[in-house]
């Protein structure tokens, strides 16, 4: 027992004298990042990068608003980094003076959730969907309408899976009748509630895990899904295909920012830095199969994600993106509500 | 030399100190939590005390603002309780004549068949219900072996359903349920049986009146191991029963994550702790005066 201890004394001893740079905690969302990646960013500054995960923005808030120190740099959503702002949690260290700032490209230069960039910079961002095999559906081709999957065809009964949240599907069924997403009116949120009880019986599941191995299984014909999964459905399921619905589609996008009280906030920003550099953030995308927002990195991203029109975005489709709202607690209780009542 | 009432509170100090601190501290937390207001984004308002997120479990407002019944979350409890006492009532069925069964060998079989039930506890319950959602799905080994014997014609379409959920409980805490029982049948002096039988008791009139009274013990705390770790199973709803119908577990949750509203999270799991507890003393007292009970 203490000559474990000893060596693990040793061990931290020699970690501070090999990586001269020091160190940087960097807290992200599971299976997001490549661990080569990091491994470079070790090798091109001396700055050890110790990764912690995470699986939604609410566990996020949940720990830093329970007083968790000790990372340095976090990765929250759009809407999660204006209530993070709003409760005073992030360092305004002004993104906007890095020097690769110069490569982030609209409108991520300048979002609704951070105008000025002055706490946050992009790393990935998507949009949600939904996928289907394109040789199990009648005809082998569905419209591009959030109609296909909320009302889909009868033969799909038990084929079709939803993504098991709350914020997700409220949103989606919102966009399907063009509905506020924020609405405060209980009626229009009995008009949701009833469109996703219309729904429920045509779901095999709600489920937000393994969504593209039970695609790529043929275990289920279509499934609510984000546009990078889907890029990598495709890799095994040739047939299948990414929707971007014509009502409009959550636009999401995950950002980089520092937390208060980072006790490593030169390399943090060090790192931010050197992520927005094209070169470095192309990795990140081949990885996670999401586009960024950086100017140049498509030069050196896949031959497949380039060609692949669920992650590179015919300019058509992009006016169908919607950014997701911070909505009042009085909607977010209706939103609650109709959730309840559909699983109640 | 230290007086008696010194030495007395030292030894005591150690488990006030673990009670205080393991239990009613973050109780008393929870507690006070569920009398605030929600904060705008996750938390709580502290100063702002409020009963709402207890009247929200029964009433709803509705759009004049008057307050009307809303059973949808006693609702979500009953299925809940209904889903666990099913369990614990099955795991009871298949537990007692396992243990019995064990109980009567010798004591190298014993042996034997006690390290074969815990087994299972060497992998992650994770994993094994993830191995579960493989053997039940459509195609999977379940239907495999049942379609060759004849049982099933077509698919088997059971994952995702409530009996998927149930069949999952009832695989988790079946262990909880033999070992305590298999402990106080071990113990027992089986001469008692052989006497109830020189007495003229037949074989039925024996296993009533001398075993099941002897064992009740191990029933009862069988009973509530396996009750309410069911009652509050997270996962296993998730992802045997696909997520359509929610949980208390899930419940709970909810309110913690997306719907930001933490003192209606503390009030549930309020609700859920005073149910449990008022079943607990509930068995307490009624068993307390059964014959069967340790004095």
């Known amino acids: 027992m203490k000559r474990r201890a000893i060596a693990l004394m040793t061990a931290f001893a020699f970690s501070g004298v090999v990586h001269a740079g020091g160190e940087l905690n960097l807290y992200n969302w599971s299976d997001y990042i490549p661990l080569d990646l990091l491994k470079k960013f070790e090798k091109d500054t001396g700055v050890k990068v110790n990764l912690d995960v995470y699986d939604s923005n609410e566990s996020l808030l949940a720990k830093l608003k329970a007083g968790a120190t000790g990372y340095d740099v976090i990765v929250p959503s759009d809407y999660m980094v204006k209530i993070m702002v709003a409760e005073g949690l992030l360092d305004k260290v002004e993104i906007n003076k890095l020097p690769n700032f110069k490569n982030v490209t609209a409108p991520l230069n300048k979002p609704f959730f951070d105008p000025t960039r002055s706490y946050s910079a992009p790393y990935m961002w998507g949009v949600t969907g939904f996928t289907y095999d394109s040789a199990r559906v009648p005809g082998g081709k569905l419209p591009d309408s959030w109609k296909s999957f909320f009302e889909p065809p009868a033969e799909l009964k038990g084929q079709v899976v939803a993504l098991n949240d709350m914020n997700d599907m409220f949103v989606a069924a919102s966009l399907y009748l063009k509905i506020d997403q924020c609405t405060e009116d209980p009626k229009q949120a009995q008009k949701i509630l009833d469109t996703l009880m219309k729904q429920k019986p045509m779901l095999a599941m709600y489920n937000s895990d393994g969504t593209i191995e039970r695609m790529q299984a043929k275990e289920v014909i279509m499934h609510h899904q984000w546009n990078g999964a889907a890029h990598r459905t495709k890799e095994k399921l040739k047939t299948a295909v990414f929707v971007y619905p014509k009502e409009g589609m959550p636009f999401w996008n995950d950002n980089f920012a520092i937390p208060k009280g980072a006790k490593n906030k030169d390399n943090a920003l060090k790192f931010i830095n050197w992520m927005m550099a094209p070169e470095n953030i192309a990795i990140a995308s081949n990885f996670t199969g999401y586009n960024n927002a950086i100017k140049g990195s498509d030069k050196f991203m896949d031959e497949s994600l380039r060609s692949d029109p669920a992650v590179n975005t015919p300019a058509a489709f992009k006016s169908r993106f919607v950014p997701n709202k911070v909505c009042s607690p009085k909607a977010l209780a209706l939103r609650d509500k109709v959730w309840t009542k559909l699983k109640k | 030399m230290l007086s008696a009432s010194v030495r007395r509170t030292g030894l005591l100090a150690p488990t006030v100190i673990t009670l205080f601190v393991f239990m009613v501290l973050p109780m008393g937390l929870m507690a006070w939590m569920s009398f605030l207001e929600p904060g705008t984004y996750g938390g709580v308002q502290w100063g702002h005390y409020s009963a709402k997120s207890y009247i929200q479990f029964l009433y709803e407002w509705d759009l004049d603002d008057q307050l009307v019944l809303n059973t949808d979350y006693v609702g979500i409890f009953l299925r809940s309780f209904l889903l666990a006492g099913g369990a614990t009532l099955a795991t009871l069925l298949i537990g007692f004549p396992t243990a019995l069964y064990i109980a009567l060998k010798d004591e190298k079989a014993r042996n034997r068949w006690i390290l074969l039930i815990s087994i299972p506890f060497w992998t992650n319950l994770l994993v094994r219900t993830f191995a579960w959602m493989l053997l039940l799905r459509n195609g999977g080994l379940a239907e495999q072996f049942l379609s060759s014997i004849g049982l099933v014609k077509e698919e088997l379409n059971i994952l995702y359903t409530p009996t998927a959920v149930a069949i999952g409980l009832v695989y988790s ?88 509203n933490w003192p209606f999270g503390a009030a549930l799991s309020f609700a859920l702790l005073t149910v449990v507890m008022v079943t607990m003393i509930a068995y307490n007292l009624r068993f307390k005066r059964a014959p069967g009970a340790d004095k």
């Open chain 2, 173 to 260: 805490f079946l262990p909880f349920m033999i070992l305590p029982i298999y402990t106080s049948l071990e113990k027992m002096d089986w001469k008692l049986v052989e006497a109830a039988f020189d007495l003229g008791a037949n074989r039925w009139m024996a296993f009533r009146r001398v075993i099941l009274p002897l064992a009740m013990p191990g029933i009862v705390a069988g009973c509530m191991l396996v009750l309410i770790p069911a009652l509050g199973s997270y996962f296993i709803p998730e992802l045997l029963g696909g997520g359509k119908s929610l949980m208390i577990g899930n419940l709970i949750q909810n309110q913690f994550g997306a719907s930001r």
